[in-house]
């Protein structure tokens, strides 16, 4: 597991990075993964999210995750869903005790808010598309509406696809200069015509910064590249698997 200093430091805040290291699955899975949509056994499935909950301290009925579909959409949960009725949506945002937000992620960054001194915390699933079309805006909005304070949330960006192994193409890079032609500094020339790389994370820490999280902090893995400790949809495609596994993030508001 892994964590950022940042909300290390916020009182009562819990949080952690899974990895995919530490779980029992096996194959494309190996070992920690945390998805039922993946195609894994979901019994294994079941008890990875389980030792995941151990580390935190927590039962596994206090973990609350939902359908990721890309959207903007973030929600307010004061319980967990039961597995079949999970509503779609990309962020959730709590202020009650004990009640771990997860997101799941394979290149995706994965991001963790909190603000300590209102007792709110939220988790959301930031791909390009969500960040871009606002699921950011959304989970802070949904925070403030419980009481957080923008300059006094602290945000972590977990494990994602990075600028080093991120190329996409022209209408990518038109999509995201239509925001702001600022978005251009994210964007690095390939070696392929008409190809780019592309920082997410930065694109995300600016993006929070510009709406006024003054704490934003991101770890320097890269999902891609780091098979041994990361699941990565971008991978998985490459080497024409099936499949991929999710690696769990996730938060708490504790006692």
Same mark, same amino acid.
């Given at each position: @597991? ?6 290390n ?24 993964n ?7 056994d =979901? ?25 990721q ?7 307010? /949960?004061?319980?967990p ?20 937000l ?6 995706? =960054?994965p /991001?963790?808010?909190?603000d ?8 959301a ?14 989970t ?5 509406? @419980? ?20 190329? /996409?193409?022209?209408d990518?890079?038109?999509?995201? @200069? ?19 790389k ?9 993006k ?48």
């Amino acid at each position: @597991m892994i964590s950022v200093s940042a909300l290390n430091d916020v009182s009562r805040v819990r949080h952690g990075f899974f990895t995919r290291q530490g779980g029992i699955s096996e194959g494309i899975y190996e070992s920690l993964n945390c998805g039922y949509g993946s195609g894994d056994d =979901a019994a294994k499935v079941t008890a990875n999210r389980k030792a995941a909950m151990a580390v935190m301290e927590q039962p596994l009925s206090s973990l609350v995750t939902v359908r990721q579909e890309h959207t903007i959409k973030a929600i307010a /949960v004061d319980a967990p869903f039961p597995e079949d009725q999970r509503p779609v949506a990309d962020a959730l945002v709590t202020d009650r005790k004990n009640l771990v937000l997860g997101v799941l992620t394979a290149d995706c =960054a994965p /991001v963790l808010f909190a603000d300590g001194k209102a007792g709110v915390i939220g988790a959301a699933h930031a791909g390009w598309r969500g960040a871009l079309a606002g699921i950011l805006e959304s989970t802070l909005k949904l925070m403030t509406e @419980m009481g957080a304070k923008h300059q006094n949330i602290v945000v972590g960006i977990g494990p994602s696809i990075t600028r080093r192994s991120y190329e /996409v193409n022209r209408d990518f890079l038109i999509a995201f @200069m239509a925001e702001t032609n600022e978005n251009g500094y994210f964007f690095q020339e390939s070696v392929v015509e008409d190809r780019y790389k592309f920082d997410l994370p930065g694109y995300i820490s600016r993006k929070l910064s510009r709406l006024g999280v003054s704490t934003v902090t991101h770890t320097p893995c890269d999902t891609c590249l780091e098979a041994d400790r990361f699941f990565s949809y971008r991978r998985s495609c490459l080497l024409g698997e099936e499949n991929y596994g999710r690696q769990l993030s996730a938060i708490v508001l504790e006692e």
